[in-house]
């Protein structure tokens, strides 16, 4: 029979000298439950920028996707998980540095004074003529 020279080791102190990759991976937390619906922005900006926009917008993961109301206006309609809106409005206010636009809270809710989007954390930029 071997001897384990640390017998009343913990386990995860066993594994600390192992190389990440060898070691057991860890426990994936829990799902968020499903939201109810999904939370919305309304977005305005030049519409000759609605492609950069997007493309700026794919490099944030699926964070949100984004539908056109109106072309000539280039208002957009920003979809996206109410689990995922501090990472939505960190990417806006980022892409905000690059691309001038502005972002108003969706007109349509009805459930605003308990909504979880915070008007005053969103990034108001608009365009400059």
Do not use: Q
Not at 31 to 44: D, N
Not at 62 to 77: G, H, S, W
Not at 95 to 116: Q, Y
């Amino acid at each position: 029979m071997a001897h384990d020279p640390r017998p009343h080791c913990p386990f995860h102190l066993r594994e600390a000298h192992l190389p990440p990759a060898l070691r057991k991976p860890r426990k994936p937390a829990p799902p968020l439950p499903p939201p109810a619906r999904s939370a919305r922005l309304l977005v305005r900006l030049a519409a000759e920028d609605t492609a950069l926009f997007r493309f700026l917008l794919e490099g944030y993961d699926n964070t949100a996707y984004f539908t056109v109301l109106e072309p000539r206006t280039a208002l957009l309609k920003l979809v996206f998980s109410p689990h995922r809106e501090e990472a939505l409005r960190r990417a806006l206010a980022e892409m905000a540095e690059s691309l001038d636009f502005s972002v108003e809270p969706w007109p349509l809710d009805r459930a605003r004074t308990s909504s979880s989007i915070r008007e005053s954390s969103c990034p108001r930029i608009t365009t400059s003529s």
